[in-house]
């Protein structure tokens, strides 16, 4: 296991990330998860988009490790040279991967979409495998599953806890409540979800993770979560497929459809509007008021100023 030096020497490839978010971004909405054995050393994210990506990459039976900006790469753009640090560095199979998470409305913009296309043929030219995910392939059921699952990511397993719940599993899956609810029961739910989160038993992860989901052994008959079914799901995967290949998209009206998505807005409830006004609305409100009371006390100082 390797710590993460507090100095500012830059951490050599290999030992550590290129770029120490928590430090340079004190300010933004940042976090790290260190869970031995699959990261390095704490990986870190700098918004909820990346927070949602580590999560689900702790959770996919196929990964083997995780680095969050773990390597720092130069490309070519409009004849200046660039910089970018992949989000995260994840090993598939044997294979490195460099796997960049966007949103899938900016990432589809003219000058993100121009940046993106130049680091994915500069990394093209070095063999590099390169992915792109979305905020559309974060699907919020998997998400939230992999939201609770975290809190028991490093729960020490019991070995007669394990041997018990193989053995009630053995027949086929069960519901979680009745594994819970059995008189010879030893399994708490942090336990049951302890080995989800750490891929000793699996569920249907299309499904909220409650007491009444179902469990089984691995693909007995429930398979667990993998960054392949991450990568390939969602509308768009084979337009982002072209994209993480330094390919500019072929189907323009898929495009179009994708630039085009909003995010769903919650329906009109009684705590959702004040005075006919949304929140949204409230905030512009708030916000325009507040310029305007500056704006007239600085009126009334500079007419105080000018009196006197």
Known sequence: MHRRNSGKKKSVAGSGPARIIIEK????????????????????????????????????????????????????LKDKTHHCFPDATITVSGEDILVEVKSLKYLLKAKELEKILAIASALREQRRTYTLITDDQLHPVWTDNAFILMRCIRWPLKPEVSQHLRTALTEGPRKIGELLAEPQAIASLGDIHAHIA???????????????????????????????????????????????????????????????????????????????????????????????????????????????
Not at 49 to 71: A, F, G, P
Not at 214 to 233: H, N
Not at 235 to 256: I, K, M, N, T, Y
Not at 263 to 285: D, Q, T, V
Request: proline letters at 7%.
């Open 25 to 76: 971004f004190p300010d933004r909405i940042v976090g790290a998860i260190h869970c031995p054995g699959l990261t390095y050393y704490p990986a870190e994210w700098e918004s909820h988009l990346e927070m949602k990506l580590i999560m689900m990459l702790l959770m996919c039976h196929d990964v083997s490790s995780i680095k969050s900006q773990h390597e720092k790469f130069t490309y070519q």
């Open 198 to 308: 750490q891929r000793q038993l699996c569920i249907d992860w299309d499904q909220p993770l409650t007491r009444q989901s179902m469990v089984s052994l691995p693909d007995q008959p429930y398979r667990g979560m993998t960054y392949a079914a991450l990568r390939d799901s969602g509308r768009f995967a084979h337009l982002l497929a072209e994209v993480a290949l330094g390919r500019r998209p072929s189907d323009q009206r898929l495009v179009e459809v994708a630039s085009a998505l909003q995010r769903p807005k919650k329906g009109p409830s009684p705590f959702g509007f004040i005075g006919g006004f949304s929140p949204a609305e409230l905030g512009h409100l708030g916000r325009a008021v507040s310029k305007t009371a500056s704006r007239d006390a600085n009126q009334r100082a500079a007419d105080t100023d000018e009196s006197t």
